[in-house]
């Protein structure tokens, strides 16, 4: 979830409440946001690089950890006014009116069909008049940041470039040339670069920068905004130009927003230009800026049509199990920033219905299923009264679980311990180490972050031979065992890959290798599943055992496990090499069996 | 068997040995009345003193039928070099009969003496008969000559008998290093007040045969100490975090629920995310959480029936039933990437599914109650607390205008009978449920509020375009199986839980997995 910082005494006077942090702390629960951490500049700085900085702040700062899908909360303005719109229990607080004021001679940026493989969204608008100070600056800018590592994911899908308009002209284009044209000072530098030079510039001084660059590298043309005589504004998504640079004073401010996806740019472009007319000489204004597309259709954005979401009351209180009416719906909704009208319903007449006017800030307002969460969360989920559901069903356990819970027991009063390994392994564990040769079955991982998980077991026997390993202080004999799924790759199922249950059992000793004893396990299995040794011929319900070699185990001392004449596994004496590879200096003996239903029923 | 050696380890030797042991001790004992000294008593006998005749007098001590006075005596004796000399001679005199009489070439002798005797001692020996003028190098051949006919090994004799030499010739043979000072321990041993003449050993243990003959009416039996740990169990165990799965089970087969069948850990991503109405650029679909497969690395294209897969799709692109969707350009080949599921919802997912189509054939919709425990893969970068696989629990319930209220009743429920009453719940965010509760429970072991879990009722759309009733509500919730082992057994680290690493006292000196801890 990502985290907001706020400094905590202007944050409560934006929310007009002051608060003790248990106070806070509560309100956060109810809202469902969080207070990570409570910290201040000075201590951040020395967290951070272990120093102490002499003129940092000391003033009080809230981290305060928001849900990913509410962009509108991740900055002081519109998490202050979330919870002071909240905290008005009588629903009277008055919304931000988000509008926009059209300037008759419109601006207007031009895409250009070369964006088209590259990144073919832009969008655009202005702030006119915007009465900066350095909080309001610093939070503007980290607005941006906290975006880019959010919703934009990491300036992949979305990025945004805000200017100081009183240093550009429209009409302003957004194109793609070859990165040696692109030419311009960069932001925060003194010196003009091409954009090959500076992809240079980002890798040699390490840049944060850097890591950006591989969105666009491989393409053979880069995304570039110029204005009206060519001056750059930016290089979407790297950088924007010193050129027009926004600061403390600048009073028009031009937000242009590039993307690969079009309704990600609009949610983008919506938050910056809600949370920032708040500070525009008129406030909550927004001058639009008309968009000519590749085929020369002219669109205005920001595009702030409201979306209308209808919940019916009996739907609200259904899935609520309460019995609301309208009015405290309404209510309950205002709380929630959600300004909503009462009107028939749809479907019936009869009954009331909620209409919300979704504000261009709630992009996560999908269905009215979030309708109901936000009256929920105003009405307070620990207000609810618990009650169980009324399903009337009885339970029932898979009948192979069962099986092999009832077999984990039985296994373990025959003196066997029982271990749990992990259901990934390294390509050796499941061949090299075992002495096997790679069946080219094993399903492989295609992005490991190490080497210990790069496959899906293909038994649990390297598991069993790297817990005797972990062990070896332990008094001999040791007996082990696990039942568990491996995996491998499988036609027959819609993921081409498929589980097997399997038992693994090991005896380790030092004075023999104990195959008698694992053989005698084998026995017992078969005896608790009603499967009786094979004489001569292979009967229903029969096992029989026959030698069959499994370069795991010792030559002539490795056997196949056949149930009505179908191998089901194999036991032997642990090859003297695959004990080596494992470091285990004692004999062993092991049986590993597949387990499916038909063997117990 | 009769062999009467004292040495000799047999058993019954042994046995014998310490019966004869006795029966002479008693004999002095009622006869003299005390032995003044064991070693004395021990050389007599040709018995071994400090092992043996020690460890019987020690026991009869214990009994209180003898009493035992310590005797130290100091005296000299040979080290491993002096006992070494006794045997083969000091090292001087070894080279000096080493050369043979008309001398010998230096260097070849060298070669030759010290694969023999070795390099110390051919160091020693030279150096000393050098110094004893016994031998001398002659400086025109380098010849090595004996320059007297015979010498006499007086260092030899001297350790042969230690008695005849004063103390300054010990302590030139301690200088040496050849001898060394020794404290011998015996005992002068009287009747102690237990002692009786016909005095019987208790017995450690009953015997079938006492119980036949009724002899046990005679025998005196030893003390227990019952101090002592009893002797270990033999037997099997299972392990700690099954037996917490099983509590798991066991609770949720209480309350009704039917399990799933989760044995299916590669899935494809369309099951994984898309139908659980999860966007496709959603990070939790990143390489950085998710296990992506080399192969099979892409489900079949027809795995999933088309049209099924056609209304997901427009689900996520343009919306329906009232969602306004996404609004993204929807890809069937990021649908049909395998991966190795990252929750068991994926398998809920094909439940669900799979009820919507009882439902279309039958017309009949069957309110269901389901859970599962099993394995779930993350690519984390791994620590104290995060595996790449560990146990998800979770629970859900699919029924006719089931609310959140329901929801909260059933969860309560649940924690309840893991001794967690106090619960709390905290709006949050899922990409599949809305609304959506993180669970929060003042835990009894912890002391303080802990999230516990993550529930909410799926939404609407990823349930409509199965095909379920409009009117069908599932809720569900889910949590982790380890940490709550972890908090129980105090263990901080997963990886002493859970992997091969784990070590097997725990898991065979692990109590019962009773998760409820009870007020009353």
């Known amino acids: 979830m990502p985290k907001v910082d706020v400094k905590r005494d202007l944050f409560f006077n934006e929310v007009g409440r002051h608060y003790t942090k248990d106070e806070f702390e509560h309100q956060c629960f109810e809202y469902g946001i969080e207070l990570d951490d409570v910290t201040s500049e000075r201590e951040q700085i020395k967290r951070e690089t272990g120093e102490l900085k002499e003129n940092a702040s000391d003033e009080v700062l809230y981290k305060i950890e928001v849900p990913a899908n509410r962009y509108d909360l991740l900055c002081l303005e519109g998490l202050s006014t979330a919870l002071k719109v909240f905290n008005n229990r009588e629903g009277t607080a008055t919304l931000p009116n988000y509008h926009l004021a059209p300037n008759a001679n419109p601006l207007r940026l031009i895409i250009d069909k070369s964006v088209k493989d590259v990144r073919p969204v832009c969008v655009a608008a202005v702030l006119r008049n915007v009465q900066f100070n350095q909080q309001r600056y610093d939070s503007f800018i980290d607005l941006q940041e906290k975006l880019h590592q959010n919703i934009c994911r990491r300036r992949a899908l979305v990025s945004i470039g805000t200017h100081d308009l009183s240093t550009i002209s429209s009409p302003f284009t957004y194109s793609a040339e070859k990165p040696e044209h692109i030419k311009f000072v960069p932001l925060s530098n003194n010196k003009e670069f091409n954009a090959v030079e500076l992809f240079e510039h980002f890798h040699t001084t390490n840049s944060h920068l850097k890591k950006y660059t591989s969105i666009i590298k491989d393409f053979p043309v880069y995304p570039v905004i110029r204005d009206s005589k060519g001056v750059i504004l930016s290089l979407p998504p790297i950088i924007n130009g010193e050129h027009s640079k926004i600061t403390l004073h600048t009073k028009d401010i031009f937000i242009e927003v590039t993307a690969t996806d079009y309704t990600k740019a609009h949610i983008v472009l919506n938050t910056i230009v809600a949370m920032f007319s708040k500070y525009c000489a008129e406030q909550w204004s927004v001058e639009p800026v008309e968009i000519v597309d590749i085929d020369g259709k002219v669109s205005v954005t920001p595009n702030f049509t409201p979306t209308i979401q209808n919940a019916s009351v009996s739907y609200i209180n259904s899935a609520l199990g309460l019995k609301l009416t309208p009015e405290e719906i309404l209510v309950l909704l205002r709380r929630m920033s959600l300004p909503s009208v009462i009107v028939d319903d749809e479907k019936d007449n009869k009954s009331k219905a909620i209409r919300v006017t979704v504000p261009i800030t709630r992009s996560d307002i999908l269905h009215a299923c979030d309708i109901v969460e936000d009256v929920a969360i105003a009405y307070g989920y620990n207000n609810l009264v618990p009650s169980l559901p009324p399903t009337n069903t009885v339970g029932r356990q898979q009948p192979l679980n069962k099986v092999c819970d009832l077999l984990r027991t039985e296994i373990a009063m025959a003196g066997y311990t029982e271990v749990l390994t992990f259901a990934l392994c390294s390509l050796d564990d499941n061949f090299k180490n075992l002495n096997r040769p790679d069946d080219g079955n094993a399903v492989l991982i295609s992005n490991p972050k190490t080497a210990e998980f790069q496959c899906g077991r293909a038994s649990l026997l390297s598991g069993v031979l790297k817990s005797v390993s972990a062990n070896k202080g332990v008094p001999l004999p040791l007996k082990l065992f696990e039942i568990g799924d491996t995996f491998g790759l499988d036609q027959k199922t819609d993921v081409l890959a498929s589980n097997q249950r399997r038992i693994c059992a090991l005896y380790c000793s030092s004075t023999g290798s104990g195959f008698e004893v694992i053989h005698g396990l084998l026995d017992r299995i078969m005896l608790l599943l009603r499967i009786t040794r094979s004489v001569g011929e292979s009967k229903e319900r029969t096992y029989e055992i026959k030698p069959l070699d499994d370069p795991a185990f010792f030559p002539g001392r490795s056997v196949g496990v056949f149930v009505n004449g179908k191998k089901i596994g194999g036991l032997g004496v642990v090859h003297p090499l695959v004990l080596q590879k494992h470091e285990i200096p004692f004999p062993c003996s092991a049986l590993e069996l597949e387990i499916t239903l038909p063997l117990a029923y | ?520």
């Open chain 2, 1 to 520: 068997m009769s062999s009467s050696s004292s040495s000799s380890t047999h058993p019954s030797d042994q046995g014998d040995l310490f019966t004869r042991i006795e029966t002479e001790l008693f004999n002095v004992l009622k006869t003299e009345g005390f032995i003044s000294n064991s070693g004395d008593w021990a050389r007599n006998h040709q018995w071994e003193h400090n092992d043996l005749l020690v460890g019987v007098l020690k026991s009869y001590e214990a009994w209180g039928v003898v009493l035992l006075d310590t005797i130290e005596q100091r005296s000299v004796v040979l080290t491993e070099d002096g006992n070494e000399i006794l045997k083969n001679g000091s090292p001087e005199v070894r080279i000096f009969n080493a050369i043979p009489q008309d001398g010998v070439n230096q260097k070849e002798f060298d070669k030759q003496i010290k694969a023999s005797l070795g390099d110390l001692t051919v160091k020693l020996g030279f150096a000393e008969a050098m110094k004893k003028k016994w031998i001398k190098i002659e400086k025109e051949t380098g010849k090595l000559l004996r320059t007297v006919p015979s010498v006499e090994d007086d260092t030899r004799a001297q350790l042969e008998d230690l008695s005849c030499l004063n103390e300054s010739g010990v302590q030139a043979l301690r200088r040496r290093k050849l001898v060394h000072d020794a404290v011998f321990k015996t005992f002068s041993v009287k009747r102690g007040p237990k002692f009786t003449p016909n005095w019987r050993k208790p017995i450690a243990d009953i015997t079938p045969e006492m119980l036949a003959s009724g002899s046990w009416r005679d025998e005196q039996f030893k003390d227990y100490n019952f101090q002592a740990m009893g002797s270990l169990t033999a037997g099997g165990h299972l392990h700690p975090l099954m037996k917490v799965r099983a509590e798991f089970r066991e609770i949720f087969l209480e309350l009704g629920f039917e399990e799933m069948f989760t044995s299916r850990y590669v899935e494809s991503s369309f099951w994984n995310f898309d139908s659980l109405f999860q966007p496709q650029q959603h990070p939790a679909r990143d390489a950085h959480d998710t296990f992506f497969l080399i192969n099979p690395a892409l489900a079949p294209e027809n795995s999933v029936p088309r049209d099924y897969l056609e209304s997901v799709k427009q689900m996520h692109e343009t919306g329906g039933f009232g969602s306004v969707g996404y609004r993204y350009d929807w890809k069937e080949e990021e649908a049909r990437k395998n991966i190795l599921r990252t929750h068991t919802t994926a398998i809920s997912s094909r439940m669900l599914y799979q009820l919507a189509q009882d439902y279309k054939k039958t017309g009949v919709f069957t309110p269901k109650k389901y859970f599962s425990i099993d394995r779930v893969f993350r690519n984390e970068t791994l620590d104290a607390t995060h595996l790449a696989e560990f146990h998800q629990i979770e629970g859900l319930i699919a029924d006719r205008n089931i609310t959140l209220p329901h929801l909260i009743g059933i969860i309560s429920q649940f924690f309840h009978r893991l001794g967690i009453y106090d619960i709390r719940f905290k709006p949050a965010y899922n990409p599949y449920t809305e609304p959506s509760m993180e669970i929060f429970g003042f835990h009894p072991i912890l002391q303080k509020w802990v999230e516990l879990g993550n529930s909410g009722m799926f939404r609407p759309e990823m349930l409509l375009p199965m095909g379920l009733p409009e009117d069908v509500r599932v809720i569900a919730w889910g949590l982790g199986m380890e940490r709550p082992t972890m908090i129980k057994y105090k263990i901080p680290n997963i990886r002493d839980i859970f992997g091969p690493r784990i070590d097997l006292d725990f898991v065979k000196k692990n109590p019962l997995a009773l998760m409820e801890i009870r007020k009353d």
